[in-house]
């Protein structure tokens, strides 16, 4: 038993649409936009009695004057006032059609650069500074580089003389060894 209000769905098994029953929907409604489109002059009564019905129509004759009477004032709804006659260019409700490949090729050659905003072009100026910076840096043409060749030469001039100093410092221990070898060799030779 499930907890609370609400049932959870996993689990159980999925319902699908028959295609048959899909089948006989889409071409019941095939036949509605046909009879709609070759009546819409006639009046309503004439026009009630012509309509085809279908083997698995389910609507009774009430749901049928329904449905006729939505779709025709959707019809007149479309039509009604200046909308006939004026024709409306919102971007937002135009569908827009398929372009080939080619014009779009050609639209892309011919089209100016975009205009790029405040922040852009911040950013890019940035970057352009910043790449130059490291181009002087690199060339040693900044007063930071200056001073970081000049500790630089500092360090290797202190390891130099570190690396000269223990050299010194290994040849006085081998020489003192070398004197100490020889010593002892004269006090065990006598």
Request: charged share 50%.
């Amino acid at each position: 038993m499930p907890r609370g209000k609400w049932t959870n769905h996993k689990g159980r098994s999925r319902r699908f649409t028959n295609p048959e029953e899909l089948e006989e929907q889409r071409k019941r409604e095939e036949q509605e936009r046909r009879w709609k489109k070759n009546n819409r002059g006639d009046d309503e009564s004439s026009s009630e009695e012509e309509k085809p019905v279908t083997k698995g129509d389910k609507s009774n004759s009430e749901d049928e004057s329904e449905s006729e009477s939505e779709s025709e004032e959707e019809s007149d709804d479309n039509k009604k006032g200046v909308a006939g006659l004026i024709q409306i260019e919102n971007p937002n409700r135009r569908q827009l059609k398929a372009k080939k490949l080619a014009t779009l090729n050609e639209t892309l050659d011919t089209a100016e650069p975009a205009q790029l905003s405040r922040r852009e072009r911040e950013e890019v100026e940035r970057q352009r500074k910043k790449l130059h910076y490291q181009k002087l840096q690199a060339e040693g043409k900044t007063d930071e580089a200056r001073a970081d060749l000049a500790r630089l030469a500092i360090i290797k001039q202190q390891r130099a003389e570190a690396a000269k100093k223990r050299e010194d410092e290994k040849k006085e221990k081998e020489m003192a060894k070398i004197q100490k070898s020889a010593e002892m060799q004269k006090a065990l030779g006598k």
